[in-house]
């Protein structure tokens, strides 16, 4: 039979039976939730990295056709910026992390054949199949999608720097809480459109929320402006704005010098 340890000591499992202080255990809890915090930024930041990396990709992609077909005194067309579609699709298809879509968006005016027009490919919340997005871009009709007048194109439009942009409910598209990652195409000083991802906050969340589970009870994923992208607890909702003066300080990206200039940035840890 063991005896019972003393209020202040608490069993600590190892090879050899011991006891340690109950002091000593708040620490390592602290320890041990401070590291899940970490855990969490850290995939976090990894899904920023993977997310402007393909973007990053389909932009240097179309910044190149638009360049050949300047140099011929000329405007591509959308035949040939279906060129990157395989590059597209690609994107698409990658697990890390699962996106609801992705292309390019041309700037009015910038293609030879239609005056706005989208390459983007995406894939239901039940379904892996991708497909094209073929939005009425009439901005005269009623239904037309005015996708100029978006934030995830207007901001890189006129800072000529990456954003993130969200949760938000995409009408438009989807009719889901996603989060929209977009990053400018140039021509030179030329915008001729962006390249740009969606993420469902659903599927973020999904592989969050162990990492956050394990940094303690009600804990949450914040954006730039306090709102909520994932959390731990029913009792906060994605979407939400909360009070960011509660922040743990751990904020993401970490280490990525390209996230000063990237509106929308930095996402932070909230306990609430």
Known sequence: MYS????????????QRRWLPTSTRGGLVAEA???????????ANSVLDEVFAGIEVLADQAAALH???????RKPTTTELATIRSTVLAHLGGEHPKLAGTGVIAAPDSLA?????????????DSDQPQQLTPDLDPNHVDGYVYTAAPWFETPRATGG?????????????????????????????F??????????????ERLLP?????GSQLLLVNAYGRII???TPAAIVGCLVNQEQSSGEHVPIGTAWADSCTGLPWSLIRK
């Open 113 to 125: 054949d239609e005056p706005r027009w989208l390459e983007w490919w995406r894939t239901s919340a």
């Open 192 to 205: 001729v459109g962006v390249a740009a991802a969606d993420i469902r906050t659903t599927d973020l969340e």
């Open 162 to 190: 990456r954003v993130i942009v969200g949760p938000y409910v995409d009408y438009a598209g989807t009719d889901e809480y996603i989060l929209t990652f977009a990053d400018p195409v140039h021509v030179g000083d030329r």
């Open 33 to 43: 939730l401070e590291l899940a915090e970490t855990t969490a930024c850290s995939y």
């Open 211 to 215: 990492l956050l589970s394990d940094a």
């Open 4 to 15: 019972l340890p003393s209020d202040d000591q608490v069993e600590c499992p190892s090879v």
């Open 67 to 73: 360049a050949r077909a300047s140099a011929e005194n």
């Open 230 to 232: 994932a959390s731990n």
